[in-house]
């Protein structure tokens, strides 16, 4: 078999080899986005103490106090009522703008503390009722104020912010949530990207590969021969036969030189195998007139195309 025909023959292989290590590749990239990215968004969020809560909350008493213009008065220690509640007390009586309020709280819990679940309760000191409350999630940034534009009367107030459970357990689902979703959009970037660009090399190569005989385009490597819309296929001996032509357009290849390349050279008895594969060639390209595999009595055979 000659130089040329095993490496038409190795060609074949490797395009289907290409086309498993192509899907393989995809997926390992897929992959490998994905656990990069679960490894980092499933690192825990450092846990807020209850002292970063406490002085975050004196702000909040202070920022209250100076809307009312006061710059004199206390704010009582913060009391921590237990591992979720904390509870903002004051030394006067003043009123309460539920905006105000909710505005000033919010600034400094999801701004600074980065907390976004919490329950907020206005307490007052004489009754001990809730004169006011709002509750506030990670899953709506635009809270609905109740009350809004009703002013809480000048009176004796203590204001209870109580963190929900599930404040680290939404934000991390969240983040999951997102990288997840941003590796889905790059992995699909990625995919369009190296398709266009597999395919892109996929044309260069077959037009670098390919025959052209007549109006046929012979791919070796696919073992076919195209003309216009109709594509034939080829078995491996007439492709290698078919290849031994195309390599001497015009020239009489004599008989032993074609048996030995491709028969013999891989230990097969020829007998009238020749003959046959070339009654077959002739078939397949019968359909256009400019070629011929015509047999030169007693020497071999020759394609001729005009």
């Known amino acids: 078999m000659s130089t040329a025909v095993k490496i038409q023959q190795i060609a074949c292989y490797l395009h289907y080899i290409m086309k498993f290590r192509y899907h393989y590749f995809i997926l390992f990239t897929a992959t490998l986005f994905l656990l990069l990215t679960l490894s980092c968004s499933t690192k825990e969020k450092p846990e807020v103490s209850s002292e970063h809560i406490k002085v975050a ?34 030394e006067r009586s003043f009123q309460i703008d539920p905006e105000v309020l909710n505005a000033t709280i919010d600034n400094v819990f999801k701004s600074k503390l980065n907390i976004h679940n919490y329950l907020v309760e206005v307490v007052d000191c004489t009754s001990n009722e809730v004169a006011y409350s709002y509750v506030t999630t990670a899953f709506n940034d635009e809270d609905i104020v109740p ?20 404040s680290a357990k939404t934000s991390s689902t969240k983040t999951i949530i997102f990288y997840i979703l941003v590796t889905l959009v790059l992995t699909f970037l990625v995919l369009v990207f190296y398709s266009k660009y597999a395919s892109y090399k996929r044309e260069q190569q077959e037009e670098q590969n390919t025959n052209y005989i007549g109006h046929f385009k012979f791919y070796p ?15 491996n001996k007439e492709c290698e036969l078919l290849a031994l032509f195309v390599a001497k357009p015009n020239e009489v290849i004599k008989r032993e030189e074609l048996t030995k390349k491709v028969w013999e050279d891989n230990g097969v008895v020829v007998g009238r195998s020749l003959d046959t594969y070339i009654s077959k060639l002739r078939k397949k390209l019968a359909s256009d007139a400019s070629i011929q595999l015509i047999n030169v009595h007693g020497v071999g055979y020759k394609l001729v195309t005009n």
């Open 147 to 166: 009350c809004s534009g009703r002013v809480l009367p000048n009176d004796c107030y203590t204001i209870l912010v109580i963190l929900t459970e599930t």
């Open 57 to 90: 909350l004196r702000s909040v008493g202070h920022q209250l106090l100076l809307l009312e213009n006061d710059s004199t008065s206390l704010v009582k220690p913060i009391e921590q009522i237990n591992a979720t509640t904390y509870k903002l007390s004051f």
């Open 221 to 235: 490597d696919q073992l076919i021969l195209v003309k216009e819309a109709e594509e034939i296929q080829l078995s």
